[in-house]
């Protein structure tokens, strides 16, 4: 574009006919403009013309005659790239905008990560408590697959009241995810939310770090105490937070930027322009029935499906697979599933950032899909290789659990309105089917088989499946 081609030169001829004050601050202003220049369209620009002071005038036709002349650049050029300049003068300065995203962050972050993470030890205990209840109430891994997938566990004795109590804690779940998916649509634009869904999503890894080795130690620890089991103890104590933070939900968050009177009327303003320029850069859906018809909805489902089975059976059957790699101790199941956990928060801040910053969605999201995959192939390959299979399971973990964050940065860069609430909760109705058949398959086909060989392979396939059907929505869609 001739406008941006010729930004330094321009600048450069400023400098030579405007005072010291002057050239200080024009150019400031042309070299943080350059990138909003280059968002705009020519329609835009002219539309703001009317705008330009007569000090502005003055400094322009003075540029002109040498700038023109040296450098033969068409005079509307000019005139767009001083008019973009002058637009830059109402704008907030990357700055006071950085400053305004890293407040709402701090006020949202923390609370939102603490939710989740809480949230998510249900994933995590259950896991921890096969290791002692299939013994005590004499479920095969099918059953227990079975009630870990369709989501009180405290009381259960039989498969139905397990499979009973998994679906009424899965039921009270369910909105929960999709929820804060469309609150964050909310706070920030596309090119900033991948960053922070990854962010918020940080409490998966958190939740293993710290819930592995509490779990472990609570059923080595509390075993036997009052007559009850370790693992009765772990779904009482570690149900106690979810209340308490349940109840403080209600009063500490806002919905939405025009009700946080912790932000200065400039900053509401700033936000709220910010979301209404992305929305208008979307296509709203007419109806519903349109919503559901179109591909890209069923094409993401699909995504989200294949991400979400390896990461619940990852979840689900961790200690597990660390146990069948040599390790006995409950509690020092707890502490070695913390590594791969460890692995996954690394990997999850650097691929947001990544996907962020080159503002790159489908290259960022299948790579760590296959990478999830071959690590669990190379688990199985570990065998009782207790470092080894660690080392593969963390490689699994980070590629699996990462892919879940830069997922969501895909649909939420063309749903907007009504139709990302439906949309947001259609994938994640379809994809959370994952929840139920991935614990399923993997404990049908350990009872089938005795080993977890064949389930590895199934999820890898799933994951690289997944991982094709990436290329499938495009770029321009979705790298924003």
């Not at 910010?274 to 179109?294: C, Q, T, V, W």
Request: with cysteine; charged share 15%.
């Amino acid at each position: 574009m001739v406008v941006t081609d010729g930004c330094a030169r321009l600048t450069r001829a400023i400098e030579a006919v405007n005072s010291r004050a002057q050239q200080r601050c024009w150019v400031h202003k042309m070299r943080n403009i350059l990138e909003r220049v280059k968002r705009r369209n020519q329609a835009q620009v002219a539309g703001e013309a009317q705008k330009i002071d007569g000090a502005h005038k003055v400094a322009a036709r003075k540029a002109f005659g040498r700038f023109r002349f040296r450098w033969r650049l068409p005079h509307s050029a000019v005139v767009g790239y001083l008019e973009a300049a002058k637009i830059a003068d109402s704008m907030p300065s990357r700055a006071v905008e950085e400053s305004t995203y890293r407040k709402v962050t701090r006020r949202l972050l923390p609370f939102l990560v603490s939710c989740y993470a809480i949230s998510y030890l249900d994933r995590i205990n259950i896991g921890f408590a096969k290791l002692q209840m299939l013994g005590d109430l004499g479920f095969s891994e099918t059953i227990f697959g079975l009630g870990a997938g369709i989501f009180l566990t405290l009381l259960v004795r039989t498969p139905l009241q397990f499979y009973s109590v998994r679906f009424l804690l899965g039921l009270a779940e369910a909105g929960f995810f999709p929820g804060i998916i469309l609150y964050l649509t909310y706070w920030y634009p596309a090119h900033r939310r991948a960053k922070m869904v990854a962010a918020f999503m940080m409490a998966i890894p958190l939740s293993g770090i710290v819930g592995g080795p509490v779990s472990g130690f609570i059923m080595q620890a509390f075993a036997g105490k009052s007559g009850w089991p370790g693992w009765k103890w772990l779904f009482l104590l570690e149900a106690l937070p979810a209340i308490a933070v349940g109840i403080s939900a209600l009063f500490y968050l806002d919905s939405g930027i025009s009700g946080a009177c912790w932000l200065r009327e400039a900053e509401k303003q700033l936000l709220e322009a910010n979301i209404e320029r992305e929305r208008r850069e979307k296509a709203e859906h007419p109806s519903m029935a349109a919503l559901f018809l179109d591909r890209r909805i069923w094409l993401t489902s699909w995504i989200f499906f294949a991400c979400a089975m390896g990461q619940y059976a990852l979840t689900f059957w961790m200690p597990t697979f660390i146990r069948t790699a040599g390790i006995r101790s409950v509690f020092q199941v707890g502490v070695v599933t913390a590594i791969p956990y460890l692995a996954t928060a690394i990997a999850m801040i650097l691929l947001g950032a990544s996907a962020d910053r080159h503002r790159e969605r489908r290259w960022h999201l299948s790579v760590s899909m296959v990478a999830g995959a071959a690590g669990l192939i190379l688990s199985v390959v570990a065998g009782s290789h207790t470092a080894l299979a660690v080392l593969f399971l963390s490689v699994a973990a980070a590629g699996v659990i990462s892919s879940a964050p830069l997922f969501w940065s895909l649909p939420t860069a063309f749903l907007s309105g009504s139709a990302a609430a439906a949309g947001i909760a259609a994938i994640n109705s379809v994809g959370n089917l994952a929840g139920f058949a991935s614990p399923y398959m993997v404990g049908w086909l350990e009872d089938l088989t005795h080993s977890d060989r064949d389930a590895m392979y199934f999820l890898a396939l799933m994951l690289v499946l997944g991982a094709a059907t990436v290329f499938a929505l495009p770029a321009k869609i979705v790298n924003r």
